[in-house]
């Protein structure tokens, strides 16, 4: 069996995953900002396929959606030399299977890119589609494939950072739900204000697009490592997919693979 190897680039981490007709079957992660050569990323990709009892052989391509371009030649490098394809970067100048309707397709992030493509073609619907990354983007897809809309918020993990950062006594904190908002110290009255507030936010947000959109029935999807989190606490959402770029990224696969 052939699986095909995806590598979603975020600003904070690299997640490669391994997909079995758009299922998720292995999972590895790497911190994004530590800088690597090329070796060391062959050795972590070789590392990943040893864990799933898998050789090179068993890869039958790779793609790459990538937000960080400058370790994209290190990462591109370690593919063609470790897994000997050369990979598909995901951009707007491939066929992604939706249309980017915005004022500057060239802008749209490839996350964001894969994110659509996956909610439209796996849940068949107007999808918006929420990534809780280093940012939080909030994107739709019409029913008929068009992706013209966005908002573009700091990331609850920026928002808890820059509480801390700007002031002089307040400490780092676990970005997790306290059982109420009614915060009885300082860590708990600093994870209420993050967590409530980010998820009064988030609910905002939706439903004043779906107000201007004139779509009170689209999809709305939750994505994005700390996505679980507010996800679980709103009506807002009614999926969360963490597998969702690799979905994308593997229909975008199949418009564009190799004859």
Do not use: W
């Amino acid at each position: 069996m052939a699986y095909l190897l995806t590598m979603d680039v975020g600003n904070t981490h690299i997640k490669m995953q391994l997909m079995d007709e758009g299922k998720a079957v292995g999972t590895f992660r790497l911190t994004t900002k530590t800088p690597r050569t090329s070796d060391e990323y062959g050795m972590c990709i070789r590392e990943f396929l040893n864990a799933n009892e898998l050789t090179q052989e068993d890869i039958m391509d790779v793609v790459i959606s990538s937000v960080v371009p400058k370790i994209m030649y290190s990462l591109t490098s370690a593919v063609r030399k470790y897994i000997k394809k050369d990979p598909i970067i995901v951009s707007s100048e491939i066929e992604t299977g939706v249309k980017v309707n915005t004022v500057n397709p060239r802008e749209v992030g490839a996350d964001r890119l894969v994110d659509v493509a996956a909610g439209y073609y796996t849940y068949h619907n107007s999808c918006i589609i929420v990534d809780f990354g280093t940012a939080t983007t909030y994107d739709y897809v019409s029913k008929d494939g068009v992706f013209q809309y966005t908002v573009i918020s700091p990331g609850i993990e920026i928002s808890a950072h820059a509480l801390t950062g700007q002031t002089a006594k307040l400490p780092e904190i676990e970005i997790k739900k306290p059982d109420s908002v009614l915060g009885t110290n300082t860590i708990t009255g600093m994870q209420a204000g993050v967590v409530y507030g980010y998820i009064g936010q988030v609910e905002y947000i939706i439903r004043k697009m779906k107000e201007e959109l004139n779509d009170p029935d689209c999809t709305v999807i939750a994505t994005g490592g700390l996505g679980r989190i507010i996800a679980d606490e709103t009506d807002e959402i009614q999926i969360y997919d963490p597998d969702l770029a690799g979905k994308g990224m593997t229909i975008i696969y199949n418009f564009n693979k190799k004859s």
